[in-house]
Each structure stands twice: as C-alpha cells, then as structure tokens.
C-alpha cells in the first residue's frame, strides 16, 4: 500500500536534527528558529527529560505547548526555568564542559565544519546581504562538547571559502588546530543536516563526511549542491521522512504560527521502508 507525504524541506531538516537528540544530555540552542524548534520536538516526542539551556541564559525552561507565538525573550519561552542567568553565565558554564550539545544553525559551511552567520557578499563593508549575525553562536560552537549544524542542501552554502567566519569548526582541518586556538580540546561539530543529508566528519582528516541520505536522493545530488566534494563513508545510513505524528506536533503544538517551519515543499510516495520523489518545489530566488 501506497501512502503520499507532504512536508517542507524545513520540517524535514528539524525532524532529523530531533532524532539526533536524547534525554540524558544538555543542549545549547539558539533564542529561537529551527534549532529550538528541534529541541522542543525532541523533548515532546521522545526525549521529555531532555534539558536545554538557551542563549539569553535561561536555563532547563519547560514552555508549555502549544508554544507561544513569540519563544525570542517571552515570558512564555522562559516558563518554569531551572534559573534565569545571562549569556555570560550559560557561556561560562559551556567552558567548564557543563553543556554537552550546541544546536546552530548556519548560512554557510565549509568542510571543517566553520561557519558563516554574519553576511553574505564580497566585503563585510558592502555585503550582498546581512544576516543577524552569530548572537552566542561562536560561544556555543566554541565551548560544547559537539555541536549540530543545521542547513539547505544548497551549493551557496557548502562552500569552498566561507565570505566570513562567525564560528569556529575544525578551523583549517590541522591537528589540534582547535587547541592551538586557545579552544577546549575534543570538542567541535559532529553533524550537519539538511533535507537530504546527514555529515558527521572523519576523526583523521576532520573533513566532511556524507553519512545518511533521504530515501529519495543519491549522493550525486547531495554532491552536486556543494561547492567541494565531501568524504563519503562507507555505508551511508538512511534519513526516515517526518512522521504524520511529528509534522502534527510540528504544525499544531511546536510552531503552531508556521513562521519556523515553512520552506520549500517535498511530496514523497512511501510504500514499505521506500520513499520517492513525487514533487519538489523550486527554490525561491533569493531564499
């Protein structure tokens, strides 16, 4: 039996990126967009004891669902917190190794890993486009132990040379390159996920790594959305599409005004543990 699933590319990123997570780590997210967004599913679905710290210092917040309009700052995204501290503070508590996940998301990436939350174009003076920068970004990706990475599968944003380093990844992929920089050791990102891929990176060369596809691409189309060509492991795991229980917990509970979720549509047709493409929607000029 056939079944035909609609989702956004968005709504898959956010629903890998969840499934990442688990109940007995703490988690560093940014003040809202995707990546609380994830952090909120996971805890609804399957991970409830899940605790997380966000960027403005709150600390294990409970927000009730469904979650208010606004989680940048409210009252309501701050609900039952554990402590109400400052960025310094979480930041501070990052460093001494009390935080275990970063959860981020980036404009652009390149293959160690660092990214690009600041602007876009040929100087920071006169960019193509500015963005509202890293915010505790480079604090998170610096001081957790891992970080995820959340992004499109798109060429302009897996690139060769980032137009601007807001955070640091492996650097330039030397040994210790990290520690050299006055970072803590044996941290640094561990996934980057998109709507049709996963990468962790390889412990050796601290490149990208191509690790898991959506069911309904190949690595050809993954590779051809980068600007450089990743390491592809072995065996490449497969990325389930969103479940109809996570796109209704999505839609009606996490992001009930649909501002975080919406992107580019996907149509998939599902029979068995197989997905494939029906219909993809084209990139807005510009998004």
């Known amino acids: 039996m056939t079944e035909t699933r609609t989702f956004t590319d968005m709504e898959q990123i956010i629903c890998t990126s969840s499934r990442l997570m688990n109940g007995d780590k703490l988690y560093f997210t940014a003040i809202g967009g995707p990546p ?24 294990a917040p409970q927000v009730s669902l469904p979650a ?5 700052a409210a009252s309501g ?18 460093g001494l190794g009390y935080i275990d996940y970063g959860v981020l998301a980036a404009v652009q990436v390149d293959q160690y890993g660092n ?45 060769k040379k980032l137009d601007f380093m807001s955070s640091p990844g492996y650097l330039d992929g030397s040994p210790s390159a990290r520690e050299r920089a006055g970072l803590p050791p044996d941290t640094g990102p561990w996934r980057v996920v998109t709507e049709t ?9 601290r490149k990208i790594r191509l690790q898991a ?15 450089f060509e990743p390491l592809v492991a072995p065996t490449l795991e497969n990325i389930d599409v969103p479940s ?24 998939v ?11 993809q929607e084209a990139p807005a000029e510009g998004a």
């Not at 039952?80 to 501290?85: D, I, L, M, Q």
């Not at 891929?197 to 060369?205: H, P, R, S």
């Open 68 to 72: 208010p309009p606004f989680l940048i």
């Open 213 to 227: 596809l959506a069911p309904w691409a190949t690595v050809d189309d993954v590779v051809a959305e980068m600007e």
């Open 269 to 279: 047709e599902l029979e068995g543990d197989s997905a494939r493409l029906v219909e």
């Open 115 to 159: 990214f690009n939350s600041t602007f876009v174009g040929p100087a920071y003076e006169r960019p193509a486009r500015r963005f509202g920068g890293p915010g505790g970004a480079n604090e998170i990706a610096s001081l957790c132990w891992r970080t995820i990475l959340m992004t499109r599968q798109q060429g302009r944003k897996f690139v």
């Open 36 to 59: 609380l967004v994830a952090v909120l599913l996971a805890k609804r679905l399957h991970a409830p004891a899940l605790a997380y710290i966000v960027e403005d210092g709150t600390i």
């Open 197 to 205: 891929a996963v990468f962790d990176f390889d412990e050796g060369t």
């Open 77 to 94: 995204a701050s609900y039952r917190a554990a402590s109400w501290t400052d960025m310094n503070t979480v930041s501070f508590h990052a």
């Open 244 to 267: 109809e229980e996570e796109l209704a917990v999505l839609r009606a509970e996490v992001d009930p005004t649909g501002r975080t979720i919406r992107g580019r549509w996907i149509t």
